[in-house]
């Protein structure tokens, strides 16, 4: 997000995403929502998705640069389990929240970040123990990020 965003907001926002899928009542809501709104699932966005559940930045301008960095995700790739996606970083993201609040047993969901130069732009998701201090298994999403400081695309040099 780093380029979107202010560097302070962002492990804000992964506390926001961390809380709403979190083991218990948090995703026993989660899934509600699913059921009932469908929330995760065409023709929804995940814009439209975490701006209902008001998981943004609080500052205007970061708000729209999470907004923008969630806009940025149709354009980025997608693995499963590290084997390609043939869906966009944001398509799977809801796929991948749609199949699993759906199934019989639904994981918590822990969402991360990874620079986002290596492997370029891609979304990861796996499942696993993200917490040392917990024998839990999640669905681990993983985003990329773009640095602050890095060049905008017309400043850049080429090569």
């Known amino acids: 997000m780093g380029a979107f965003v202010a560097a302070g907001y962002v492990p804000h926002v992964q506390e926001q995403l961390n809380s709403r899928f979190a083991v218990g009542d948090a ?3 989660m899934i509600g929502f699913q059921d009932e709104f469908k929330l995760f699932s065409p023709p929804h966005t ?3 998705a975490f701006t209902l559940l ?3 930045p ?3 301008q970061d708000r729209e640069g999470f907004l923008k960095y969630l806009r940025s995700l149709m354009k980025t790739k997608a693995d499963v389990d590290e084997e390609p996606s043939t869906l966009s970083g944001h398509d799977q993201i ?3 929240l749609r199949k699993n609040l759906e199934s019989k047993r639904p994981l918590p969901v822990y969402f991360t970040w990874h620079p986002g130069e ?6 990861h998701i ?17 985003v990329p990020t773009i640095r ?3 060049p905008k695309a017309g400043k850049r040099k080429k090569k």
């Open 58 to 60: 609080v500052g205007e």
């Open 118 to 123: 290596t492997p370029k732009g891609v979304v």
């Open 148 to 150: 602050e400081d890095r």
């Open 94 to 96: 809801l796929a991948s």
């Open 54 to 56: 008001n998981i943004a």
């Open 126 to 142: 796996t499942s696993g123990e993200p917490y040392s201090f917990s024998g839990e298994t999640y669905l681990t999403i993983s």
């Open 46 to 48: 995940l814009r439209s």
């Open 27 to 29: 995703l026993t809501e």
